[in-house]
T-cell receptor
Framework: AQSVTQLDSQVPVFEEAPVELRCNYSSSVSVYLFWYVQYPNQGLQLLLK??????LVKGINGFEAEFNKSQTSFHLRKPSVHISDTAEYFCAVSDRAAGNKLTFGGGTRVLVKP | DGGITQSPKYLFRKEGQNVTLSCEQNLNHDAMYWYRQDPGQGLRLIYY???????QKGDIAEGYSVSREKKESFPLTVTSAQKNPTAFYLC???????????FGQGTRLTVV
């Protein structure tokens, strides 16, 4: 079964500093990859997605992610964070070989400090 | 506006009672999903449906039931067999199945 691992449960970062959130998934032939953001007591909002093509994907709010097939990773980055980026971030994988089941990682809580 | 509506936002029930959470979408999406969110555990898949009148168990289906009689609706029943039902429940939809999912605002269920 597909599994998604977010290596950091919490990431504190100073405002205007860069941040990287790590995501690894178990190997599969055909997957779609997603990053979502969740603000307190709300649903999830899509930041970006990888379906095919270029391995560097740009999303909303200045976020980008890089798909690395050999390392089965999909790390999320932002070069300069704002206070408003304080939220929880989830990596998700859709495994087309497993009935399009959408599996999420455990989440990474980002706390941006002034 | 198109979207996913979950109701109610907050729900309180006594232990041993069944409770049904509503999820409606007007996005004309084929697939719908139910997730449970607990602190530090991310989102865990309860049930999902790729088409009307068909659904599959997710990773933590025990103690839950669903139906998919209409494309727009995917209600989740939390039964008395669910040992620890207090959680935040999220409904999502996508089309085609497996593509980016759109989420509702969630229902926070508290069982006392």
């Amino acid at each position: 079964a597909q599994s998604v691992t977010q290596l950091d449960s919490q990431v504190p970062v100073f405002e205007e500093a860069p941040v990287e959130l790590r995501c690894n998934y178990s190997s599969s032939v055909s997957v779609y990859l997603f990053w979502y953001v969740q603000y307190p007591n709300q649903g999830l909002q899509l930041l970006l997605k990888y379906l095919s093509g270029s391995t560097l994907v740009k999303g909303i709010n200045g976020f980008e992610a890089e798909f690395n097939k050999s390392q089965t990773s999909f790390h999320l980055r932002k070069p300069s964070v704002h206070i408003s980026d304080t939220a929880e971030y989830f990596c998700a994988v859709s495994d087309r070989a497993a009935g399009n089941k959408l599996t999420f990682g455990g989440g990474t809580r980002v706390l941006v400090k002034p | 506006d198109g979207g996913i509506t979950q109701s109610p936002k907050y729900l309180f029930r006594k232990e041993g009672q069944n409770v049904t959470l509503s999820c409606e979408q007007n996005l004309n999406h084929d697939a719908m999903y139910w997730y449970r969110q607990d602190p530090g555990q991310g989102l865990r898949l309860i049930y999902y449906s790729q088409i009307v009148n068909d659904f599959q168990k997710g990773d933590i289906a025990e103690g839950y039931s669903v139906s998919r009689e209409k494309k727009e609706s995917f209600p989740l029943t939390v039964t008395s067999a669910q040992k620890n039902p207090t959680a935040f429940y999220l409904c999502a939809s996508s089309t085609p199945p497996g593509m980016e999912a759109f989420f509702g605002q969630g229902t926070r269920l508290t069982v006392v």
